[in-house]
T-cell receptor, first 108, second 112 residues
């Protein structure tokens, strides 16, 4: 299978900016998606990069470089409610894979 | 209106039993999925169905069998449950394979 690697844990201060990286081991993914999951909840879709570059949605931005097999999720003006797990996900043909997940803790 | 609903939310059962988890989506999506999330929160795809045809079947034990009576439903049946099957199982759907998933609320399965 394919692997998408993320840092396991990130801690950041309320109001700050944090970047969560995602690197994948194979080329050919059609694009990269990002999902947020709070403890006890279901993953919810945040953003999708079909092409290289930056996509902005409110406080969240996502970036993709297919030539580098790399993407990131940028969260600005962090709020306590942003404490959650974040997953990147890539699709290739009919196959779809989630990253290892990053647990983000926002502290006062 | 719940977009993707799965039942039950919690399931506690003994080893060796057979159980089913139901999933329904009212989004008109073409593809539905089952994912298993383990204690380390890793999401692993188990099955996906596109227009009632299985298009992904990852290497899961054949004790697990997906059943799709129509495009809006994808149920998961598990035979001879084992301790290692304890996890959270998520149903999801998407308008096309791999994009814009909507997840159900999950079923926490505990095998004792």
């Amino acid at each position: 299978g394919q692997s998408l690697e993320q840092p396991s844990e990130v801690t950041a201060v309320e109001g700050a900016i944090v970047q969560i990286n995602c690197t994948y081991q194979t080329s050919g993914f059609y694009g990269l998606s990002w999902y947020q999951q709070h403890d006890g909840g279901a993953p919810t879709f945040l953003s999708y990069n079909a092409l290289d570059g930056l996509e902005e949605t409110g406080r969240f931005s996502s970036f993709l470089s297919r030539s580098d097999s790399y993407g990131y999720l940028l969260l600005q003006e962090l709020q306590m409610k942003d404490s959650a797990s974040y997953f990147c996900a890539g699709s290739k043909g009919n196959q779809f894979y989630f990253g290892t997940g990053t647990s983000l803790t926002v502290i006062p | 209106d719940t977009a993707v609903s799965q039942t039950p939310k919690y399931l506690v059962t003994q080893m060796g039993n057979d159980k089913s988890i139901k999933c329904e989506q009212n989004l008109g999506h073409d593809t539905m999925y089952w994912y298993k999330q383990d204690s380390k929160k890793f999401l692993k795809i188990m099955f996906s169905y596109n227009n009632k045809e299985l298009i992904i079947n990852e290497t899961v034990p054949n004790r697990f069998s997906p059943k799709s009576p129509d495009k809006a439903h994808l149920n998961l049946h598990i035979n001879s449950l084992e301790l290692g099957d304890s996890a959270v199982y998520f149903c999801a759907s998407s308008p096309q394979t791999g994009l814009g998933y909507t997840f159900g609320s999950g079923t926490r399965l505990t095998v004792v």
